[in-house]
């Protein structure tokens, strides 16, 4: 089955600063990559997603980057605010509707 | 509005015991899934349903079970709970699509349980 892997586990940046998150998945075949973000005590809900036929897509001041060869795709979150601070999740489906997640990153924005 | 709730949103059992915990939604979603989510493992697939009277074992099925009567319902069942499965449990609903088609995941709040 498919294998997602998510780096950093934990990244602090400064207010106003860009955050990078990076995933990495196994099954050639996966081709819906969303991410979710989840404060604290909170649902996940869903920030972004990226289709195979597409290799970036932007929304604000979040984007995501897809590499269909090497299997990884990122996260990019530009002029950080207070409230980005989260745990995000970056997942990857293939044609049977299974979400496979990450173990997650916790981002906190230091004011 | 439609939605997906989970109930109870807080529990505490004693090792052995059963427990079931609920799910609703109200999108008509074909589409319905078990995670728990521990720290370290993230969100991990226990069972799901692609409909009525379908269900199938996720990466994590081993002491739980799940019944699919109508769209609505997926409940979740642990047959003799465990210490291990302390954690928090959020249920999902989605569309039916495929492959470039296949619609958001939307989770319900979760499920705090504790077995002691």
């Known amino acids: 089955g498919e294998n997602v892997e998510q780096h950093p586990s934990t990244l602090s940046v400064q207010e106003g600063d860009s955050a990078v998150i990076k995933c990495t998945y196994s099954d050639s075949a996966s081709n819906y990559f969303p991410w979710y973000k989840q404060e604290l005590g909170k649902r996940p809900q869903l920030i972004i997603d990226?289709?195979?036929?597409?290799g970036e897509k932007k929304d604000q001041r979040i984007a995501v980057t897809l590499n269909k060869t090497a299997k990884h795709f990122s996260l990019h979150i530009t002029e950080t605010q207070p409230e980005d601070s989260a745990v995000y999740f970056c997942a990857a489906r293939s044609g049977n509707e299974k979400l496979t997640f990450g173990t997650g990153t916790r981002l906190t924005i230091i004011p | 509005d439609a939605e997906i709730t989970q109930s109870p949103r807080h529990k505490i059992t004693e090792t052995g015991r059963q427990v079931t915990l609920a799910c609703h939604q109200t999108?008509?979603?074909?589409?319905m899934f078990w995670y728990r989510q521990d720290l370290g493992h993230g969100l991990r697939l226990i069972h799901y349903?692609?409909?009525?009277?379908?269900?199938n074992k996720g990466e994590v099925s081993d002491g739980y079970s799940v019944s699919r009567s109508n769209t609505e319902d997926l409940p979740l069942t642990l047959e003799s709970a465990a210490s291990s499965q302390t954690s928090v449990y959020f249920c999902?609903?989605?569309?039916f699509g495929t492959g470039m088609n296949t619609g958001e995941l939307f989770f319900g709040e979760g499920s705090r349980l504790t077995v002691l």
């Open positions: 349903s692609y409909g009525v009277h379908d269900t």
């Open positions: 990226i289709r195979s036929n597409v």
């Open positions: 999902a609903s989605s569309v």
């Open positions: 999108w008509n979603h074909n589409n």
